[in-house]
């Protein structure tokens, strides 16, 4: 468990902070309702009022970093009236952006575990399913796929296995683990296999319409993503390839005629924006592609 921009280990700055900046994190903590829960399902052993304080110390510590490193860098190029001015400013920015992606950081850690889960969990849920279905007991399957290498999934059975080991029935464990759990796929498929076991039902058949479900939802996620697909290529073709193309030849055409110097610094330019539009390009189809695939 770690905090991004924290100079001291969590449970240190914890003990450390005490009280101190409690009267600001509660109005904030208004403004977050859910962060207790993002920080439960991400894997935080703390409440959202520490959080939240911990996320105050570590944007005062960059503010102070970065207004001392731009004070000296600056003292001897800028009047010092100035630089006392300017420096604050620039401590200012970099504690607001160190706090707004402390706070954000939670949610980036879900949206990430979340895409592992979904992305293997067909996978485990068909190991499951040959186990089962081969004689071995729910328990035994468990046990198996915390085993495999499935990850997230894995240490969420583990987790799992080490509250059946402790004495609490099957059906319990898989409720707990359903409740710190972010992914929506993953949370149904353990509630039908609990209500399964409580009620006695074939775990196996469970399993196997879980896993048509499952394999159903992502024949149409492929489908949607397919469709998404299709203008972004089309977006593509046209700042990437034909716009460069026939910018290059209009270019050349326009300094015979208009007597424009064409200079190596444009076709410089050029390709930097086509790189940089590429780079952009390669990030959106990433966030536009679904977790069950």
């Keep these: 468990m770690r905090v991004p921009f924290c100079p001291i280990p969590v449970k240190k700055a914890q003990k ?4 101190t900046f409690y009267g600001i994190a509660e109005p904030l903590l208004k403004l977050s309702p859910s962060l207790d829960i993002d920080l439960e399902q991400a894997g935080f052993d703390m409440n959202g009022r520490d959080y939240l304080s911990i996320a105050l110390f570590s944007s005062i510590f960059m503010f102070i970093i970065m207004f001392s490193i731009f004070a000296v860098i600056t003292i001897h190029f800028v009047d010092p009236s100035k630089v006392l001015m300017m420096s604050t400013l620039i401590g200012m920015v970099f504690f607001f952006i160190t706090f707004l992606y402390i706070k954000k950081y939670p949610k980036l850690l879900l949206k990430k575990r979340m895409a592992n889960i979904e992305r293997n969990m067909i996978y485990a849920l068909r190991h499951m399913y040959v186990q089962v279905t ?9 046990a198996s796929v915390s085993q495999g290498d499935y990850g997230e999934i894995s240490n969420e059975f583990k987790s799992a296995l080490k509250m059946i080991n402790t004495g609490i029935p099957i059906e319990k464990a898989l409720e707990e683990m359903t409740v710190r759990n972010p992914s929506l796929y993953f949370r149904r498929s353990m ?3 609990s209500n399964g076991v409580k009620s006695g039902s074939d775990i196996g058949f469970i399993l196997k319409n879980i896993i048509e479900y499952i394999s159903t939802e992502q024949k149409i996620v492929i489908r949607r993503y397919g469709s998404q697909l299709n203008p972004l290529t089309v977006a593509y ?9 026939l910018g290059v030849t209009f270019l050349m055409v326009l300094s015979s005629f208009a007597k424009i110097p064409v200079t190596e610094k444009m076709f410089w330019a050029i390709l930097a924006f086509v790189a940089i539009f590429q780079f952009m390009f390669l ?3 990433k966030s536009k592609r679904p977790n069950l695939i």
Excluded: D, H, T, Y
């Design 16 to 19: 450390m902070l005490g009280s």
């Design 134 to 142: 081969s004689g071995v007991s729910l328990f035994e399957a468990i």
């Design 191 to 193: 509630w039908q296999i």
């Design 237 to 245: 073709m046209m700042v990437a390839v034909i716009i460069p193309s």
């Design 283 to 285: 990030g959106i189809l």
